[in-house]
C-alpha cells in the first residue's frame, strides 16, 4: 500500500472517529437544550455551563487515545501536547453566550492537529442539525452531501460573516461602506464552516482567537477548496505555546487577492489614517 493511500485511510478513520464523537456530545447536550442553563464565569468573564464541561468529558473519552494530545478551551492547558504529532482541538461549545440566550449560532468544535497544520474537523450545530466534516484530501460534506468554498470571485455584493460582539463593539464600523453585505453571526467555529460549505463569501476577526476556536473551522476551509490566512497573510499553525491568534480571514479561492491584508488595513486607517 502507498503512503499517500496510507495517509487518506487514516484521515477516513478520524472523520468517522470525529463523526462518532459529534454524534455522541450532540445527544449529551439535549437535555441542556430546554430552559435557561445554569452558567458561571471563568477569568475574564467568559460564561461556561455544565453542557459545556459534560460535552468536553463526553468529547475526550470519545476521541483521545494513546498518544495523541489535547487542546480544549474546558480544560487547563497540558503543555506536554507540544511534544505530539498528532492532536485534538477542541471547543466543547463555541458561542456560550449564544447557547445560554438560545440563539441558534453555536456549534460543537472538533479539529485534527499533524505536525501543526489542521487536517481534519467536524463542527455540529445540534439546534439546526447541521454537520459538517471534512479533511484534507477528502473535501468536505454538509450532512453526508459533499459541498465546497464560494467561487466568488468580486468582493462586490459578497456575504461576509461579522462576529455579533465585534459589531456591538464598533470593531466593524471602518467597512461601514464597504461593497459587500455583513451578516452577523455568532460562533466563529459556526462561521468558518458555513464559509467552508460555500454558504458565505468569507469570514474574518479582528479579535484574537484561540486555536480551539478556528482549528476544526480552518480545516473545513482548506478541505473545501477555500483559504484561511492570519491578518498578515501567512498560514495558520497549530500546537503552539501561545494559542492566541492576532485574528484570521478565510475566504473562497477566488476572493483571496481581493481580500489578502484588506481587513487588517481598513482597520489600520480607521484607527490611526
Not at 112 to 134: K, W
Not at 145 to 158: C, D, K, N, Y
Not at 222 to 241: K, Q, T, W, Y
Request: proline share 5%; aromatic share 6%; with cysteine.
Amino acid at each position: 500500500m502507498s503512503a499517500v493511500t496510507v495517509k487518506d485511510s487514516a484521515r477516513s478513520q478520524v472523520l468517522r472517529r470525529i463523526e462518532e464523537a459529534l454524534d455522541a456530545a450532540a445527544r449529551s447536550i439535549s437535555p441542556f437544550l430546554v430552559g435557561m442553563p445554569k452558567m458561571e464565569f471563568k477569568s475574564g468573564r467568559d460564561p461556561v455551563t455544565e453542557a459545556d464541561r459534560t460535552v468536553n468529558r463526553i468529547l475526550r473519552d470519545a476521541l483521545l487515545e494513546d498518544g495523541e494530545g489535547w487542546l480544549s478551551e474546558e480544560n487547563v492547558d497540558d503543555l506536554s501536547r507540544l511534544g505530539k504529532e498528532r492532536l485534538w482541538v477542541v471547543d466543547p461549545i463555541d458561542g456560550t453566550r449564544e447557547f445560554i440566550c438560545g440563539i441558534p449560532e453555536w456549534c460543537i468544535s472538533v479539529g485534527f492537529v499533524e505536525d501543526g497544520r489542521a487536517v481534519a474537523g467536524g463542527i455540529c450545530n445540534p439546534v439546526t442539525g447541521e454537520v459538517f466534516l471534512g479533511s484534507l484530501g477528502e473535501g468536505v460534506k454538509l450532512n453526508g452531501t459533499p459541498v465546497s468554498a464560494s467561487r466568488r470571485q468580486r468582493l462586490e455584493g459578497a456575504v461576509v460573516l461579522a462576529s455579533r460582539s465585534e459589531i456591538a463593539r464598533g470593531e466593524w464600523d471602518c467597512f461601514r461602506d464597504a461593497p459587500f453585505v455583513a451578516r452577523p453571526m455568532g460562533s466563529v467555529a459556526y462561521k468558518l464552516a458555513l464559509v467552508a460549505a460555500g454558504m458565505a463569501d468569507a469570514t474574518w476577526t479582528v479579535s484574537p482567537k484561540h486555536e480551539w476556536d478556528i482549528a476544526a473551522g480552518s480545516a473545513l476551509v482548506e478541505a473545501a477548496g477555500g483559504l484561511v490566512r492570519n491578518l498578515n497573510g501567512s498560514e495558520l499553525r497549530f500546537n503552539n505555546p501561545s494559542t492566541l491568534f492576532p485574528g484570521l480571514l478565510a475566504c473562497g479561492p477566488q476572493l483571496n487577492l481581493k481580500l489578502n491584508f484588506w481587513p487588517r488595513d481598513r482597520r489600520e486607517d480607521s484607527e490611526y489614517g
